[in-house]
């Protein structure tokens, strides 16, 4: 662990009066420019009286949330340049988007990414106009916005990408408003609970502001109601030192407003400097720092402060009509257009813009300086600031096969001694993410290296579970919070990985949906540096919950993720572990993709040397000649297809007894590492052509395919692809429970029994031919399945069953490996 | 709203030595066949002395949370039979089924739904077999056990779920046991919330129970590492008045345990008796009740309480080891089965059941008896106590539609009006859920009759906004809460429905995974009767959400969902307000199902007489022979089809470019509402035959689709059909942003302009012919684009299109109608 940076020490400094009036003068401008960007697209400065035809024919944004969160940023920059922070400002209440626009615009900083939008008239005009405009930008704080890595669409992940991006970043601080509606989800309710995961030494400060503006679109908000005893006991629950503020409700002197509000901030900022200074003293000594009561702001205001109070007999300002746009007929009535022009007016944008429109020079010097402002922090842009891993050879922790199925390995334990010389090779760049799962999936390898951090309560028996103050495992019973800090950490430069149940990953479907989404749209723009890929590792996959039974079953986010754009997504089912080292190598290396890895933690026969491997992956899917009969470069009479370390064994237990009941028919064995392989080139990267297709699977064979998920997949991938509908595919079927491993795949038709089937049945010729090994196969199959429902195993020939004749290997059969951990 | 009923006003009754005592049997009772369940098959009463042969082959179960909830069982039912309570047993930590099966059996009603398992030494051999065992029952807490509405495999739904279950059951208590591992979760962390929407006067009791036993599978948890004082702040800051447990941590008498923790829940129960005291009292005057401080109970005790303290020299009882089967090697090794013996004869089983091996009746006495038993709970078999809906007839609330096109409507206000009589015809029986979301989906007909549930504070203004202590509506901002609440509510008998933004839909993704898997099991269960369905309307979809930009474009939940069980999942896509208000009839009507409905909330054409939108729903999918030029029985040259409102403008309007430009072409139009029509009926019971098909679409005719979602879903489905990939598919391909609505459509090739080009691409014959036209339609869009982006709206030719003269309709355009809200 490197030393611990210093914290800033300038001591608190009570705002002048001129001081105050320049924080207020700043706040009218972002409001004056929020509004603009709202109302207007013509007539930016009022230089003229406001016409209609100066009004957006389609009004759309959020104002309500806004002018609470240009008044934080106000402060912040007022702190920050008194103090020397370093600081980001992650905007939970995202919908505010014109608001952060307007700040950044402010800062210069929009108009250094953004020439177009310069600081005088032309580029106010072009600023208002682009917003929620088509061709324009979003409504929402999203990538187009300088010093943002928060999408504001989807609500309830503000404190988990906050604290994402403060790991490891010990010198810098994310302000991090959470909106009172977003405060209502699951994920941020959870989230607060992330300091006692954080480290006073070693990570950044998360400073959250609860921004208690009372009401959601239509309603209002929990917190808001439930008075300051109960909001307060909950706060100090969460492991906060709650500091309430309250302004905007009656008739104050606006100085007097702002005067309060930065003596609670500097409260907040002198405790947190303090708790700094003990967590440096205690790393010169040697010493942990427990966790301290870490601040937070309650920041009460109106919903649409500084708005119209009313608007046609109705309350607006401190209501939830003032959410969105409080005057939606401004083109349409003169009242509502002179409301507009005394609402924009009251900001007084005279006194703060000069001749040409750029905020004037006194005010504007209230902010920090260059990367010092919150729209400019290196850390927002996370690939500008981003160190690539230093990555082992993956060959080296090869598994040895002496043939295929020469050897058994569980391949993500093998994976995890690899991953063990990534984390020592990469301290402060490289995190492992999961939901109290990385032992159960096998990764303990990791832990000769590191620890879990964390910073609740330790007792000293935990230190030998690995439990610390300080490591790279973060292990929280929420994939919410996993997923959100990964996030937060890949957007800010670093690498990681989530390993999680496969089932369970479908939790963060909504949140990867917004992650996809932000890679698409940044892959758009050209300041946006590439990020390194999400990468996920789910084991204890669908096959192998024969133990935990039904709701431990499902193959679907990979489903999920196919959806998402074509050159954002990728898949990989690895068969056995040299394959897994390779593509994880891969996804490590990759950038601004999401990487789904499916692999199983139990043993399994290995299949490729690492050789062959590295060969298989790169190509992604490949025909395994040796499991086959079919002669290179004629045709065969039917393709056993395969994606995944089950269906593969299956596959190959299949050809077996093909290879010795049928020998004269001609099987291609293929297994498919690269789930999108399947897809036609003009729909994925990773496609085949057409003729490369028919390469591998011919042109009119049938192809019997297992599959790992849910077989309709297969289809929708392949449609181009498969004429005549040739290829039958099998795979889960949603028909599970607790009961033994080889019983889940004949629950679901993907057994190496019906398989053979499957191939009797669609090979011409076979139905006759063979119709005495059909009906040997489905006695087998009700054979195995009336042991297993004695026995409570599975049947002997299942257990030991072994591609090859022992050989070598010392052990080249299965175990009956269901079901020993969660 | 009905009177209040009158609740249990029993005194607290110190227990006795003897009644103590015989709780004391009860628990060891219930500890010795969990542990019975998890290890043996065979000497089930240890009569013999134990051998390896006894012990199951694989050790399947979860031991560590179960003596905890055996305790809380034993403790509940001596407080129900004393108290005369109408209870019923919501298990958070569901991994611990065996403890649920085992108080089940000890009551009486496993036997009796399950004959087979009888209250003798057969019975318990059974009993031990069956538990996590190939053709048994699966290792949680299932739909398989009586008295359970709540699934414990994936965590963090207790309380949502116990809330949902009590609405409107005022007479009812849940006790509801939270692991402290789930209470990580972001779900559980925000359902504590709950209590802000639960009436006093008319709904039920939740008390949770929050099992702070220490550990999750491989970690301390958060909430047992932050010390009682925090831990006490977070209680009552979420409304809670906590009373603190713990025990098992010494050597002090089981007794004296029994007798503190029985004090401690006599106090949360004299507390909630109160409560519901004044409530009655308040009702009865006409007054409302103000939200109390409902108690919880913080119940700290070892985990794998009662078992080995320590195993091969590490500890056991206390720590995560217990998690699952703390002894692996039963049978494998003589010391581990010396220890098993031991551990299952330290509960004395000889003085626990009689000869015969039925639990003795002394003991047996302490529980409630017949219909008060939690097992026997009515609610917890919802089918069995549920009331079929009011139903108004739909017919009348149509709207005039003189001829396709010929009127517009809000779709879902129209079917607002409907739903409103469906409210004020089913009080306590019918409930709306939604995010804060019900009015912006333009279902506030709905406030004409009912309100908001609201039970934080309430301010005199709120009232005018339909906020009061009791309504049938319920919003709260997080998809987790009102889809918790929703299941709870069916799943005890009760119908509803969940209205929903369709992006953030996937926020539930996971949860909507198991309570589909909860119908498909008890749909194998005999004695569970059939619940209402689980109603999705999906509106502010991803068409219609050029406002909001691309963070709120998702039309992905329909994809999730149709990987679900064939007899769960129905899907639906009106195409206007009458076929919109014809499906939620079928909907609501239904039973078993998870009904997903997307329809959209802006003015939209009508395209049927409500007449015409019976048969149409009825059938799933029609020709609508007035949109093409096709001849009826003549084969057509092309297929237009559709579903979805919006793609089904978009097909009108090609067909109506094409009638006009290509008069000689035989265009059939379709437009799909149920969408699992286009499988094939071996695939689904809504599937069409492959004759069907083909009498709609054709045998090679060529199909230009235009679908709401991701078009490759359609060819998912239809694959079985698409003989020659002749199907051709637009629809939404994850490009988006804020824009206007018909560019939205552009940027997806999914624009009527797009449509007509693609029929020239794939009907033979017409790309020479009509070259032209081609090029024409390609140059409107560019224009189309260009007039957005310079007006920012849509251009006039698309606001004001119609799709026929305007005929008697008053407006039959389409306005501009995009981004009016959230």
Redesign the interface.
Known sequence: MSDVPSWPSAPSKTPTKTDLTRIHAWWRAANYLSVGQIYL?DNPLLRQPLQREHV???L?G?WGTTPGLNFLYAHANRAIAQRGLNAMYITGPG?GGPGLVASTYLEGTYSEVYPDVSEDETGMKRLFTQF?????????V?PETPGSIH??????YALSHAYGAMFDNADQIAFTVVGD??A??????????SN?FVNPQHDGVVLPILHLNGY???????LA???DE??????????HNPLFFEGGFDDEDPLEIHKRFAAVLDDALDQIAAIKKQAAEDAAAGRETERPAWPMIVFRTPKGWTGPKEIDGQ?TEGS?RS??VPL?NARDTDEHLADLDAWLRSYKPEELFDEDGKLVEDVAGIAPKGLQRMSANPSTNGGAVMKPLRLPDFRDYAVDVPGPGGSVSESTRVLGTWLREVVRDNPENFRIFGP?????NRLQAVYEVTD?Q?N????D??RS?H?ARAGRVM???????CQGWLEGYLLTGRHGMFSSYE??I??V??MV??HA?WL??TNEIEWRQPIASLNYLLSSHVWRQD??????Q?P?FI??M????AEIVRVYLPPDANTLLSTYDHCLRSKQYVNVVVAGKQPNPNWLTMDEAVVHCTRGLGIWEWAGTAVEGEDPDVVLACAGDIPTIEVLAAAKILREEIPDLRVRVINVVDLMRLQDDTEHPHGLSQRAFDGYFGEDTPVVFAYHG?P??I??LA??H????RIHVRGYK?EG????PF?MLMRNDTDRYHLVMDVIDHVDGLGTRFAGLRQRMEDTRIRA?AY??Q???DAPEIVTWQWGDGGDAEDGGLA?T?????
Chains 1, 2 share one sequence.
């Open positions: 697209k957006k024919p389609r759309l959020h919908h929620s405009f088509p061709g324009g930008i979003p409504s929402h999203a999408e504001g669409g989807e609500l309830g509606g977003e209502e989800s699951g994920p941020l309710a959870a989230s607060w609970h006692k959601k679109i239509a309603n209002p908000t929990v109601r439930i008075g109960e909001l307060g006991a909950l706060m100090r629950g969460y492991g309350q939830w959410h969105q939606a109290d799962e990385t032992a159960s879990k964390w609740a309560q330790l007792e028996h935990d579970e439990l292990e929280m019973l929420s994939e919410h919070q089932a369970f479908h939790i479907d909504s949906n917004q989404k698409k749209v133990h935990n039974g039904f709701s431990h499902d679907g489903d999920h196919v959806n998402k754009k849910y309709w997949l289809h929708r449609y181009r498969d004429r005549n509908s949603e429970t607790t009961t033994t019983d399945r297993a429902y026995h409570g195993e009956d269901g079901g020993d951990n969660e």
